[in-house]
């Protein structure tokens, strides 16, 4: 729709307006104190407090019309107008860019057709084998192929307004991964690395990410580096490089990630006409990003009034990396060395120290003092391939952490935090062709291994899953033979 056919009550609102740079400010988890947004900052200088982004255009949020939001918001997807700048940036996470990142507008949003991801509804037999009604929100149809692209279209849509303003005169890009956040960053960051000073770099576990996920960073042109060791030893060089360097850290722990990330509860909100209860939310949780988003985002719906109910959330950790979920049964946290539990096929979450478990911890209390609550469950390897696999038959082209969200909501019907009358919505954080190894792996028994650790997972492979090509000669009765045609 053209801007001049929009409906005359929100005409002019549908254009986002950039608000001056101090709408928003880095605020510590910790001490509470605040910090321009000026300079790169990713720990408070004081305590080494995680900081959050705050937005002081909140309140102001606050005493408009929750309708008239919902509004503005839904119409901004249709907004197809040629004569604006920028326009098709309204159709991804910046559509919510009142409640994204007030300070940046349209002209300097990077939008490479990330969020508005489609929702599909499990078929009956998928519904019927978890115990619960269920759709799955498809973060893996991204520009990089991941729910990473929603952070990173927010996070660096910033450092390009920082530079483009003067407030940066360049910048490295870098980050630590499990593969997906390093194809996400470097794809954001090649929309940009024509220009002077800004260069793209990340670190990555040698071996533990996947050929798919390794060719996203290199066909972006970024520095890759490989480290031998695990995601968590990427991640402890990373920050403190940040801590050291001038680099502009891309990973999670980057406030500036979560902001954008938390549309998927806005889209999930949305997608059920703003009525929040009896719904379930279900995420993998790996170094915590997207919890921490997901639990902020409907916290902030609640607060403007577009919801008067939170939803459950069910987050879902690989038995070797479930630091979070001993943390839910126990009520205390302790990090986990993954190299002592054995390897995990959902690859993208196995993180043993979750960097973002403080803003989880926070935003819980908040959470469950407004009424709504946070689950956690572990599965193990041989659920998490056998979910994938038997969603992937069923129309759901999930990857092993989809695969993991799956067996983690059939495990929180079983366990009675979730009852058959609820409706999931669950994460679909990439892609079956990212995990593609995994599945072939599986058909040809090669996941368990005691001779190689580092590869083994443990599963034994279900014959009604295994599903392998068969070769047949250019001859149509052996064809039809092979098919069990009859004439
Ligand atoms: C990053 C990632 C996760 C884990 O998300 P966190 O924000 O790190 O908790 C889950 N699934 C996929 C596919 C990912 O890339
Ligand atoms: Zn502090």
Known sequence: MLLKDMPNDVRDRIIPVARPLDSVMYECITCGKNYPLTQLLYTCPDDKGLLNVRNNT?????????????????????????????????????????????????????????????????????????????????????????????????????LNYLYNNGHLKGFLGICASTGDTSASATLYLSALTHNEGIHSAVLLPKGKVTPAQLSQPLAAGAQVLEVP???????????????????????????????GQKTFAYETAERFAYDMKDKVIVVPIGNAGNVTSVLSGFLDLYELNMIDTLPKIVGVQSENADPVVTWYETDKFEKVDVTQTGPSTAQAAYIGNPVSFPRVEKLTQEYRSKGGNLHAVRVNEQEIMDNMLLANRNGLTVCTQGGEAIAGLKAAVEKGYVSGTEIAMVDSTSHQIKFAGFQMDYYSDKLRNPSDPGRNYGVIPKKEYVNLPQTVQ????????TLGLTK
């Not at 801590?243 to 999670?252: C, E, I, K, R």
């Not at 250019?474 to 033979?481: E, L, R, S």
Request: glycine share 6%.
């Open 474 to 481: 250019k001859d149509v009765t052996a064809v039809a033979q």
């Open 229 to 259: 060791g695990v995601f968590d030893d990427c991640m402890d060089v990373v920050q403190e490089l940040a801590a050291n360097y001038d680099v502009a850290l891309l990973n999670s722990k980057n406030g500036l990630r979560i902001l």
């Open 58 to 158: 909140f309140d102001e949020l606050r005493q408009q019309d929750p309708d008239m939001l919902k509004k503005i918001f839904s119409l901004r997807k249709s907004l197809d107008d040629p004569t604006i700048i920028n326009d098709q940036a309204l159709h991804g996470v910046f559509r919510w860019q009142e409640l994204v990142m007030p300070a940046v507008g349209l002209e300097d949003v990077v939008y490479l057709g990330e969020a508005n991801t489609p929702v599909i509804a499990a078929n009956p037999f998928m519904n019927e084998y978890v115990g619960t009604t269920f759709q799955l929100k498809h973060d893996g149809i991204e520009p990089s192929v991941s729910f990473k692209d929603r952070g990173m279209a927010s996070a660096v849509s910033f």
